[in-house]
């Protein structure tokens, strides 16, 4: 049995943290799809996740994406991470917009969460391997992130 890697309380582990929150909520949501849950639960858990993915995604391209960029100079997988991005921006304004009863609500809120399985592997597998061993200050970053983090839940909290 392999040990987890030991947490460094840096960007990438706060990262990876919302990561695993969120694949929870999408294991909820598929649950909840499943058991025939009120169109108003799966509506509630979508709104959540869609708001906690935005965040996240605001903060990575805000803070860490630039600053992977410069440190790693592998544009390529930077690129793609950013196409993931406005990829999964499009399905959450699209689910955001719905009501659960709508047909294809369930399978676009499910789509969604394949997308993002995808994306946080190559971020775990390949970007984070780099950032972790270029000279990126992941330690500093970690504050600024929370920050930002912090500050886009507030306004999203406030505008719901």
């Known amino acids: 049995m392999s040990k987890a890697p ?8 706060l990262l990876d943290a919302d990561h695993v929150a969120v694949k929870k909520l999408f294991a909820e949501f598929r649950k909840l799809n499943e058991a025939g849950a009120p169109e108003e639960e799966r509506k509630a858990l979508a709104d959540r996740i869609c708001m906690e993915l935005s965040v996240h995604a605001e903060i990575e391209e805000q803070i860490f994406y630039p600053a992977v960029r410069a440190a790693i100079n592998d544009d390529e997988l930077l690129n793609e991470a950013e196409v993931e991005h406005a990829s999964a921006k499009e399905l959450i304004d699209q689910i955001s917009g719905m009501s659960a009863e709508e047909e294809l ?3 676009k809120v499910i789509v969604l969460g394949e997308y993002i399985d995808h994306h946080v592997d190559e971020e ?6 780099k950032v972790r061993k270029s000279d990126l200050d992941l330690k500093g970053m970690v504050e600024e ?3 930002l983090k912090e500050e886009l839940m507030a306004n999203y909290e406030a505008s719901a």
Not at 124 to 129: A, G, S
């Open 124 to 129: 775990r597998n390949e970007m984070f391997v």
């Open 105 to 107: 609500f369930d399978a």
């Open 145 to 147: 992130l929370k920050t």
């Open 6 to 13: 030991a947490k460094k309380n840096d960007a990438v582990d």
